[in-house]
């Protein structure tokens, strides 16, 4: 602290020292008011360093003082303060050696005896220092005389005589006391009574007080008296003495066998309250200690846990008798009384009294909940509490219609001031409920009192129109109720005695709180609350025990009494019993429906809290969502989710809280858990999404409401109208219904990219396919349950839902479709009221009308969704109306409604027969089914009403749908591309609606629309698309393949319905015109006969296709293929020996299966047997369609009818499609290079007698192979000629002979060689088609032969193409000549059949084993170039096709391919040759003279017309996979080879079949070359392909 005088001042003291001193203290003490101790400290330290200063000679003593003397003035106490100084110096200078300071020191204040009195220094002083001062004599007598009064003072009692006292004295004094005090006496009256006998007979004080406190014992009614008689008594003696007198009471009762009486408690109480004692006073007095109260605490803790113990562990019947004895001896021992509890006592009765200050106090002293665990107190404090809420209960709690007992207040003024409004409660009551806890538990009464407060509360916090500061207030008690819920409610619940009541009405007051609280709450209740106390820990273990005992015994024969059991032991401890079947549940699924039904006995606070406990096991995080194989979903998560949906369905709980947690999840990228919502949502509403349905289901899901839930699902779904509504209000209510939507959307495609990671592809498939069928569930629940306004306020526009929600386009418009359809059909019944005219024509108008008003912005809306180059080919109109329709707006199921409507009769019938149903119920039961029928019936009138109109909308709109501005194979592929495939896989309604789809915008006659075209696209190359299939769109995507072969097969099945559907229909034109004029003109129609042809070709791919997926290995291709299979038998396969190639194909994955992939050998085996049925209905090829060739002259004689005349056979019909687009061209260019061709050639096919390749030869070719084999044998030149003219040449053979060998030979060989060999070529064909006449009349195996129609068809063709005019050849040459610049690219060939999987690591022989295997059973021997020519109408709009593109290979690659494959086959086919020489040698015989007496000059004809060759023979069982792209190989292996003309001519017949397979590898590049063929479409595509065609026809 500073120095308050400066040594300055003490220097110049006379001059102005002494002043600044003076006025120092004068401030000091104005400044600071006198009670306040920083002035004493300030002035202490001032005059202190005064007297220093004077000690240490600075100053001498007279003026230090004559200046003290001014300042003493300044104040009162001043006197005191100096005296004080003085002490302290006295003590700091008697401790110094130095005299002189002493000295000083007995002269101040010798000096300054004069202003402090000689008292205070007596006092203060040391007895030395005052005998120096002369103040007194000797020290040491004043020493003893001050001991001597001390001792007197503290030590020495006061005797009274006892034998003095006399004995009426106490007789009167107990008289006084105990007389009638209803009168006029007063307590001051009796103490002056008491005061005379104390004088007169010479009374203790002290006894007299005890006596007055034993009456005041007997006589409790009266504190009016006696609290003021005490408190007046009290002045006359010590303030300690009544608390030790009551002290030695307490004392008196503490023998281990004494007994506190209550009286002598409350007297004690009635003293605390009035402040006549202190409670640390008393406090000390009372017994046991706090420690030993610790102590026992402790143990009750320890016991506690140990019965849990033993309830938990396994005990064997031997040990269980001792374990009870043991347990009886405890008991016995606990039997003995406790010592009372003097602490606990008082706190009873100062409880009863109404002082809670004190008792509360108290109770700060032990450990919690320790007082209220004993039930006196805890009742006493529950009594008080009573008391306290009794006037605002009476106010705002009791329930109308209850009187109530009220309860009267305490006599006492000084108990706690009763409650009038919320706030108060929070002041008082809310802290005394904490301090019960549990133990509210004792009464049930108060429990509800506290509960209708609250829920009183919670009425007037929700009601709004508060101020901003009764706000905040509200705010405070809601959380002090949640606090009081949660620390007293709940855990008082947990001990009551399964009390129904006490749960319901709780409930009402938590079904205020928002569900986030509750489960908050409960999560409290079940996790936390349970371990705070002794009691709940035993209470949880006695609650596992019972609820283990039931559910051990729980069966579906008594689950009523197990019910009534789980009912009891829920409603006091629901968090524990419902965690314990859950989580047996997990285990055993077999229990949910048992346990579902014995959960009806619970109370509506029990459901709420089961559905905390499912979504807390959900989210349990230490249970893993997969089993260990990582393929399937947990079997806990398959249980819970299906117990979820049967208890929100039976039972009434609120379900925002579980929906809240999927929709979270789905933010999180957690789609595990839809399975929950699927579950719910399939039980409440009764929407089931399953992939077994069957067609007649299908077909009456096609139907109203009505006819869906009476036919469209497997159980019939009753009473859903309750939960579905219950589940549509928890949605809106919560606003969850269009996130979750869109949340499903979004997660389909993140399936795969966040959670498929590191997953099994069958899982990924798994999780994708459930979160797209929850959706589908999801959104046709909305659909039917929102109303109009509810579903168009919640989702937005189409554009907004792609654009800004990133919603797939297919789930998109699946959710704006209900939408469309409420709006047309609001505003078509408002025009229908704005004017009334029943029209049929009027109405048909006004739909249309409505229609045109909900649907032009969605036209609008729709061009953002695609580029703009789309809506060249189809409209936003035709997209709109496809994506906007449904089976609903297309046809009428009449079938299904028959069926529902007679199923609906029989019922009826049986009603009427059955003679034991009460007649009550059998009216009532008719009545329902009549009412059903009608309902049928009527909803069957307004559908077929609601089609016709839509038809007629169909037909005024389906002008303006496909624009055609570029070719029909481009409006075709966009079709098939961005409306069909993405639809078809959505559900499987949509697969029957695309399919249907596609029948109607044929039987629409729509303009641009080939019919043709898009089958044919879709039945030609289905492995990518059921390779990208997940488990359930492969079983949709074969629905959809079943309807589209129904249609083709109706139309196969008969040549009457074929004219009649398809016949005039521009879909089935084969000359599709540039002006997009669809002419009627009968020759430009695809024949009868030659539909079927074309219907075998898709069979025959079909074939290929599913031979090929099965023989992948791959886990995906094998399983789509499987079910697409199952999903098209009714239709597929009709033909015998593509069944029984498909068959062999199935048995070998049955075996290669069984042990490895159990689900496949499953589904296999499935399909093998379902196969072996259809096989009687299986008929030979030549019934399917008509084989035999046409006589030539016939043929000759089409030719003059031009293009499309309709004697053509299939090879030309389709081909000639492009013929306005130039193909004509090519015919020119063709001829010039036609003669090297072929003698290359018949060079190439000669040399490869035993290939055998995909399009496959069956076994009736064998012989010709032998044939060619003998003939190879005698002489070279004519074994090419002639193997080259073999009906069962393969495509690769072709594809060898275009592959690469022509042009070196053509440098080779000079130019009589190539004249000579196209002469003897041409009479070869005419031999062969004898031998092939001959073999089929001889054995019924040689049917799989192809005909000959082919060559005459081509020349025709090549002959119409001469026609055109000599301006479009010029064109061809300056194309070509392009052409040879880049290289002789070749064109990608669309929908070219190519495997998806990259084939690289299956060796060449190996691929070509396979081929055989294949082609042994599948070759469907007619001359199908239909395929190839519907090939080359696809090849425009290659680029667009998914992406089934096949660049070319570069030289160099093509180079390194064919030298490893000469080496590797060259060797086997040697062997093979040597191996059938002998057999061939006999049958050459028989033939070589016949094939030598062929006329030369029709060759020389032949060749002028159309410069083909006997090859095009080929050309009938090519696959789509080799005819378009293989001679642009012929003029790059043109520049590349011309190194390998010294090789002899075998090697040149394994390098071509190698070169075959080759041609299948280019597939690899395909990533590689896009680029570069997107480049080449651009500039010389159209060339090359026109090119590519005609020179197939050349060869």
Known sequence: MAALLPAEWIKNWEKGGKSEFVQLCRTLSENKSHDSMGFRADIQQALYELAYHVVRGNLKHDQASNVLGDVIEFREDMPSILADVFCILDIETSCLEEKSKRDYFTQLVLAC?????????????????????????????????????????????????????????????????????????????????????????????????????????????????????????????????????????????????????SSLYRVAAVLLQHNLIDLEDLYVHLLPGDNAIIEEHKREIVEAKQIVRKLTMVVLSSEKTEEKEKEKEKEEEKTEKPPDNQKLGLLEALLKIGDWQHAQSIMDQMPPFYATSHKPIAVALCQLVHVTIEPLYRRVGVPKGAKGSPISSLPNKRAPKQTDSFEDLRKEVFNMLCYLGPHLSHDPILFAKVVRLGKAFMKEFQSDGSKQEDKEKMEILFSCLLSITDQVLLPSLSLMDCNACMSEELWGMFKTFPYQYRYRLYGQWKNETYNSHPLLVKVKAQTIDRAKYIMKRLTKENVKPSGRQIGKLSHSNPTILFDYILSQIQKYDNLITPVVDSLKYLTSLNYDVLAYCIIEALANPEKERMKHDDTTISSWLQSLASFCGAVFRKYPIELAGLLQYVANQLKAGKSFDLLILKEVVQKMAGIEITEEMTMEQLEAMTGGEQLKAEGGYFGQIRNTKKSSQRLKDALLDHDLALPLCLLMAQQRNGVIFQEGGEKHLKLVGKLYDQCHDTLVQFGGFLASNLSTEDYIKRVPSIDVLCNEFHTPHDAAFFLSRPMYAHHISSKYDELKKAEKGNKQQHKVHKYITSCELVMAPVHDAVISLHLPKVWDDISPQFYATFWSLTMYDLAVPHSSYDREVNKLKVQMKAIDDNQEMPPNKKKKEKERCTALQDKLLEEEKKQLEHVQRVLQRLKLEKDNWLLAKSTKNETITKFLQLCIFPRCIFSAIDAVYCAHFVELVHQQKTPNFSTLLCYDRVFSDIIYTVASCTENEASRYGRFLCCMLETVTRWHSDRVIYEKECGNYPGFLTILRATGFDGGNKADQLDYENFRHVVHKWHYKLTKASVHCLETGEYTHIRNILIVLTKILPWYPKVLNLGQALERRVHKICQEEKEKRPDLYALAMGYSGQLKSRKPFMIPENEFHHKDPPARNAVAATVQNGPGGAGMPTSLTINTVRLEEGTTEETDKLKEKSQGVVKVINKAVNATPKVTTSNGNSASNSKIIKEKDEKEKSGKEKDKEKKDKTPAATPEMKALGKDGKDKPKEERVNKDEKAREIKEKTPKSDKEKEKVKKEEKASKEEKSKTIVTIVESKSTAEKEREKEPSRERDIAKEMKSKENAKGGEKMPVAGSLKSPVPRSEISESEREQKRRKVDTHSSPSHSSTVKDNLNELKDSSAKHYINHTTPTLSKSKEREVDKKDLDKSRERSREREKKDEKDRKERKRDHSNSDREVPQDSTKRRKEENGTTGSSKHSKSESPSDSPRLTEKEKEKNKSKSSGKEKGDSIKAEKMEKSSSGSKKESRHDKEKTEKKEKRDSTGGKEEKKHHKSSDKHR
């Not at 004069?114 to 002083?125: A, I």
């Not at 005890?210 to 009016?224: A, G, Q, T």
């Open 113 to 261: 005896l004069y202003l402090v009195s000689d008292t205070v220094l007596k006092e203060r002083l040391d007895p030395e220092t005052l005998e120096s001062l002369g103040l007194i004599k000797q020290s040491q007598q004043f020493n003893q005389k001050s001991v001597k009064i001390k001792t007197k003072l503290f030590y020495k009692q006061q005797k009274f005589n006892l034998l003095r006292e006399e004995n009426e004295g106490y007789a009167k004094l107990i008289a006084e006391l105990g007389q009638d005090l209803s009168g006029n006496i007063t307590s001051d009256l009796i103490l002056e009574n008491i005061k005379s006998l104390i004088g007169c007979f010479n009374l203790d004080p002290n006894r007299v007080l005890d006596i007055i406190l034993e009456v005041y014992e007997c006589r409790p009614e009266y504190d009016d008296f006696f609290v003021p008689l005490i408190e007046s008594y009290m002045y006359m003696c010590e303030p300690q003495t009544l608390c030790h007198i009551l002290g030695f009471k307490f004392k008196f009762y503490q023998d281990p066998s004494g007994e506190t009486p």
